[in-house]
């Protein structure tokens, strides 16, 4: 394995993590909306609202994040070959 790809599993890693808390941020959210138990310093809908991002952002590090890991591993650019020489004119 490159170092690249061993970067993406870590990234979707913390992918997956993210998207676990907003998923219980959302729950939370939900259940407190529902009136299952009371909070005392902030209101369900900015619960609910901030698992809804973190799952977002979860999902856009679980799908690789590719500017985030160009970043780190930039790409090969190398010159590519105009004409192939493996097809013979006509």
Avoid: N
Avoid at 8 to 28: R, W
């Amino acid at each position: 394995m490159k170092p690249r790809d061993i970067f993406k599993i870590i990234v979707a890693t913390i992918g997956v993590l993210g998207f676990s808390y907003g998923a219980l941020y959302l729950m939370d959210g939900l259940l407190c909306q529902l009136g299952l138990f009371d909070l005392q310093h902030s209101r369900p809908g900015y619960y609910a609202a901030r698992g809804v991002i973190e799952m977002m952002v979860g999902i856009l590090f679980i799908k690789g994040m590719p500017p985030f890991v160009d970043l780190a591993f930039p790409p090969d650019e190398s010159p590519k070959d105009e004409h192939d020489d493996t097809k013979p004119d006509a």
